[in-house]
């Protein structure tokens, strides 16, 4: 058809630099959307270029920011790379002389690389909502976590290193020694206004951090402190009977040993099929929030631990 398909990005920088300035720059770039069903990260990347256009004599270094990887996806409302029912993230790092989701994916991996901080924004799924959390390989966290702690996130999960993962933007960046953090906040096909302001917050001081971005008046913001799960344990609570799921806590909650997080109900005779109870104390930081449970759906994440 001649078609061109485009991923779009769009370049922040300080006004009268030189071609030459331009590789000595520290730069972050925000990706997001190589889901097609996970949009929390459009109101981030919104956000964030409403943040400098209002101080752009703040910026003193580059800001790219890609709101749709998977665009195609994100058009059709499509999690996968349409037509090829590929999940996009699994692709990673392509290769330029394949099939068209390979060479996007080698395009943007050869078009991040080098960056000083890439920020890859994801949102769960439609099943699940997750409290702002960074998920970050255990053998990236020595370098990775000192960041993912300014980012005002309310989790840093780090996890063994997976072969599943090793198709992923993250993984393909972090091993040509480009630092991906990667970030899961909200839920599937819809924005949670407040998570983005929170992380837009933590993104604005990593910017600081890397001296990108000068407006000290941001610094009177209290940064939280995020839960690691690198002594604590994660829990998978996951369902054993099928039904409507209800939950009885909120996200964000600390919940304690035996309380009830929430219940699966027969809606043909009228039976609670199952009282979901809590392992152990800790924050409920993933909820169910799709309401069909199967035995075996996942229904919630608990990160072990009662102190802040
Ligand atoms: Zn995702």
């Keep these: 058809?001649?078609?061109?398909?485009?991923?779009?990005?769009?370049?922040?920088?300080?006004?009268?630099?030189?071609?030459?300035?331009?590789?000595?720059?520290?730069?972050?770039?925000?990706?997001?959307?190589i889901h097609g069903d996970e949009l929390e990260g459009?109101?981030?990347?919104?956000?964030?270029?409403?943040?400098?256009a209002a101080h752009p004599d703040k910026l003193a270094g580059i800001v790219d920011i890609y709101p749709a990887v998977n665009t195609l996806g994100i058009d059709?409302?499509?999690?996968?790379?349409?037509?090829?029912?590929?999940?996009?993230n699994r692709v990673f790092p392509g290769s330029s002389n394949s099939l068209m989701i390979e060479r996007?994916?080698?395009?943007?991996?050869?078009?991040?690389?080098?960056?000083?901080?890439?920020?890859?924004?994801h949102a769960s799924n439609i099943f699940l909502k997750e409290l702002p959390q960074a998920r970050i390989d255990q053998t990236t966290a020595e370098g990775l976590v000192p960041l993912a702690q300014l980012l005002d996130l309310d989790i840093l999960w780090i996890h063994p290193p997976a072969k599943f993962l090793e198709?992923?933007?993250?993984?393909?960046?972090?091993?040509?020694?480009?630092?991906?953090?990667?970030?899961?906040?909200?839920?599937?096909?819809?924005?949670?206004?407040?998570?983005?302001?929170q992380l837009l917050s933590g993104v604005l001081r990593v910017m600081r951090k890397l001296g990108i971005w000068q407006n000290e008046a941001d610094d009177s913001d209290p940064v939280r402190t995020a839960r690691s799960s690198l002594d604590r344990e994660i829990h998978f609570m996951n369902a054993k009977a099928s039904g409507i799921f209800?939950?009885?806590?909120?996200?964000?909650?600390?919940?304690?040993?035996?309380?009830?997080?929430?219940?699966?109900?027969?809606?043909?005779?009228?039976?609670?099929r199952e009282d979901v109870l809590s392992p152990c104390d800790g924050l409920l930081f993933t909820l169910r929030e799709y309401p069909v449970v199967y035995s075996g759906s996942l229904v919630a994440r608990i990160l072990e631990g009662t102190d802040a």
């Design 246 to 272: 209800v939950p009885s806590a909120d996200l964000s909650a600390q919940v304690s040993k035996n309380q009830r997080i929430g219940q699966i109900l027969d809606p043909l005779d009228g039976i609670i």
């Design 104 to 121: 996007l994916a080698s395009s943007v991996v050869e078009s991040l690389d080098g960056a000083d901080l890439v920020l890859d924004i």
């Design 76 to 88: 059709s409302i499509c999690r996968s790379f349409p037509n090829f029912e590929l999940d996009m």
């Design 1 to 33: 058809m001649d078609e061109a398909l485009i991923v779009r990005r769009c370049r922040y920088m300080p006004d009268h630099l030189r071609e030459g300035d331009i590789r000595r720059l520290p730069r972050l770039a925000v990706v997001t959307g």
């Design 167 to 197: 198709s992923t933007l993250a993984h393909s960046l972090n091993s040509r020694s480009t630092p991906c953090i990667v970030v899961e906040m909200g839920v599937g096909m819809r924005i949670t206004k407040e998570y983005g302001d």
């Design 42 to 52: 459009q109101y981030l990347c919104f956000a964030l270029t409403r943040a400098i």
